[in-house]
């Protein structure tokens, strides 16, 4: 079975969004439309300031979609995750209202 998880958290017009994918449905756009549905709802409905996010190093398909959602990139946690024997970096991103409003006006 596939998933496609979206729990979060929201303070302050901010929303610290989460989202894990199974291995299973990866490669087929659904993360990434996941994701633009998402960060679309968070600032049309929820009218949000910002959306940050987590991507680990070990993800880098997710990473790729957040950028084409036009998330950028803020800092680097470096080794602060521990996966299968190994560390890799923890990624913060995030997107403001105004970076998403540029967005719907070029699309």
Known sequence: ???????????????NL???TSEQIGGKGIGSW??????????????LHRLELDVFS???RM????????FKREGVLRDA??????YADDILMAILE???????VDS
Request: charged share 30%.
């Open 98 to 104: 105004d970076d998403w409003r540029k967005l719907t």
């Open 58 to 60: 070990f993800n880098p």
């Open 63 to 70: 990473e790729k979609a957040y950028l084409r959602a036009g």
């Open 34 to 47: 996941a994701v633009e549905v998402s960060r679309d709802f968070a600032f049309d409905q929820l009218h």
């Open 1 to 15: 079975m596939s998933e496609y998880v979206l729990p979060f958290q929201m303070t302050d017009n901010i929303m």
């Open 18 to 20: 989460l989202a894990e």
């Open 81 to 86: 995750v521990f996966d299968r024997g190994k």
